[in-house]
């Protein structure tokens, strides 16, 4: 046994300090005897470098792997989908035969068909693949390590909402999601945290809410505002397992659950509002919320807690706070000279608060349109 094939390769076995050492060298078997034989000549010399224990796995089966290991992940739906397109190009490879050469050939037939972020986002997951093969003893090296990735840029549909259209925003809106909306206003947090959000979460007593964060795990800890505060007694005022719950009985169970889709009720306002074809989403309330705190001179690090992110760099991709420097060093030329020159006309970016005395007091409204929240 001490040279043996297995499948298409030739492995070779021997001991080392009474361990015993497993290794595939090919699909010959003579250099598989050579290396069996240049291995026992080190071990006499005194200069063999042990080997760690390991079977060979196709990329396949580390797929497989992958997946099983990453089986709580809530993005691992996306990752299959991205395998899917990976799987065609190395499925049949042994994880010790992928070289960069092969993962290079890759980058350049996918960027023939999708988009360079597209293709980033396999060759990310390819690298965190083999990270996962590193830990469990599959390969000693990460192939994809070193690999350019392409350049990218901000996608255009990152937006942020004006004061004005946010005030338009909320006077189109219907009832149930008036409340909804403050929270993503006054808080940053992304949809699913806010329909997950339940009666402990929110402090009354110390005014904050606390939230375990769905998609990093992170947990924040956000002050509550005023309107915001006034907002939810409202809305939590009656009892029930979550803070916003649907108003119909669920089909499958007829009992009464949580809100789980608030997407037609906000296309809805967008509709009403006259902000449709501007390309909004929900998500982009949460963009709004950092670009308010970052334009009113909040500290980075401080928005970046907010926001529930790991690293301020995350932060710093997320508002185009290197470009915004860029905008303000070019805004500082021509103090000088700059009044013999045509001034060109000031574009508008958000106000750095939203206005209490018209929008943000209509989400204090009970829905009826004529009656206001107590103070």
């Known amino acids: 046994m001490s040279v043996y094939k297995r499948g298409n390769v030739w492995w070779i076995s021997y001991y080392y300090n009474g361990e015993r050492i497993r290794e595939g060298i090919s699909g010959n078997r003579r250099e598989a005897e050579a290396a069996h034989e240049a291995r026992k000549t080190d071990v006499r010399r005194g200069e063999y470098r042990h080997i760690a224990k390991r079977e060979r796995v196709t990329f396949e089966d580390m797929v497989a792997e992958y997946k099983a290991e990453k089986a709580g992940k809530r993005s691992l739906r996306q990752d299959e989908i991205i395998l899917k397109k990976l799987l065609p190009a190395f499925r049949f490879k042994y994880l010790d035969q992928i070289t960069a050469q092969d993962i290079e050939a890759y980058k350049k037939k996918r960027a023939d068909e999708v988009s360079g972020a597209t293709v980033n ?91 375990l964060m769905q998609k990093t795990a992170e947990p924040v800890e956000i002050p509550m505002h005023p309107i915001l505060e006034r907002t939810l007694r409202v809305a939590m005022s009656s009892p029930a397992p979550y803070v916003f719950m649907s108003t119909r009985p669920s089909r499958r169970t007829g009992e009464i659950t949580k809100l789980s889709n608030i997407k037609n009720g906000f296309h809805g306002a967008i509709e009403r509002s006259g902000l449709a074809g501007r390309g909004y989403c929900f998500h982009d309330i949460r963009r709004t919320f950092a670009s308010m705190l970052y334009r009113s001179s909040v500290p980075l690090l401080t928005v970046s807690k907010l926001l529930g992110h790991r690293s301020v760099k995350t932060t710093e991709r997320y508002l185009g706070v290197k470009l915004e420097e860029k905008r303000l060093a070019v805004a500082a030329l021509g103090s000088e000279w700059g009044s013999a020159l045509m001034q060109p006309e000031r574009t508008g970016t958000i106000s750095a608060q939203l206005p209490e005395t018209t929008a943000a007091t209509r989400l204090l409204s009970d829905g009826s349109g004529d009656k206001s929240l107590p103070s």
């Open 121 to 211: 986002r396999g060759l990310a997951l390819l690298k965190c693949l083999f990270n996962v093969a590193i830990q469990k003893n599959h390969v000693s090296r990460n192939p994809v390590k070193g690999i350019k990735f392409f350049p990218e840029m901000p996608r255009k549909g990152d937006r942020v909402f004006s004061s004005l259209e946010i005030e338009h925003l909320i006077e189109a809106a219907a009832p149930h999601l008036r409340p909804i909306l403050a929270v993503a206003l006054f808080t940053g947090l992304r949809k699913g945290d806010i329909l997950a959000l339940r009666p402990e979460d929110v402090d009354f007593k110390n005014r904050v809410i606390r939230v």
